[in-house]
């Protein structure tokens, strides 16, 4: 019986030790109090983050789940609940109404540009547009990005607001996320 009791308890601290190995090995970045684990899709990794819950209730509004759950690649700037926040009183529930779906789409699509772009691919891009560059967002409307100093990179969105990356290269199984203070409106 204390043979079974050990051999249990070895096969249990073995497999314990191998799941936290396998977190671990997974390089995974907290944002808005969760593990956003590289193993997971976009919206997989979004939905369990407390900082992005309008983000991913305005992305289920606007009928684009399956889009950002396919294979990309794609880099998201991701506003916070608090970008959100800085709208105009009464514009986030606007937006989600089904008769406003277009547009709210159009503004999603504004934060996502087809590819994988990490800090070092906008950093190279910085470099040869000597502090500027701009991106083509699926919207299909562009999008500048700044340097604004070392490894500070800031995006210009259609209308000249300015949204400033928090968090760089939250990478997920269909491309990246950076995340962003302020949302992004197209001209």
Not at 14 to 21: C, E, G, P
Not at 57 to 81: E, I, M, R, S, W
Not at 140 to 163: E, Y
Request: proline letters at 4%; aromatic letters at 4%.
């Amino acid at each position: 019986m204390k043979t079974l009791l050990r051999t249990a308890i070895c096969a249990s601290l073995l497999l314990s030790t191998a799941s936290m190995a396998a977190t671990m090995s997974q390089n995974t970045t907290m944002v808005g109090g969760a593990e956003m684990y590289p193993s997971k899709n976009i919206v997989e990794n979004a939905l369990n983050s407390k900082d992005h819950t309008t983000l991913v209730a305005a992305v289920k509004a606007a009928g684009l789940v399956d889009t950002l759950q396919g294979k990309g690649p794609f880099t998201v700037f991701a506003p916070t609940n608090a970008a959100f926040a800085k709208l105009p009183a009464g514009t986030v529930d606007n937006l989600v109404k089904p008769e406003n779906k277009a547009t709210l789409t159009s503004i999603l699509t504004y934060h996502v540009v087809a590819g994988k772009y990490e800090m070092k691919d906008l950093e190279k891009l910085l470099k040869k547009g000597n502090g500027t560059a701009e991106l083509k967002t699926v919207n299909g409307q562009p999008l500048w990005i700044l340097n604004n100093g070392p490894h500070n990179i800031q995006l210009k969105d259609g209308k000249g607001n300015i949204a400033n990356i928090s968090t760089y290269d939250v990478q997920q199984k269909n491309g990246v996320i950076d995340v962003i203070d302020t949302v992004l409106m197209p001209k």
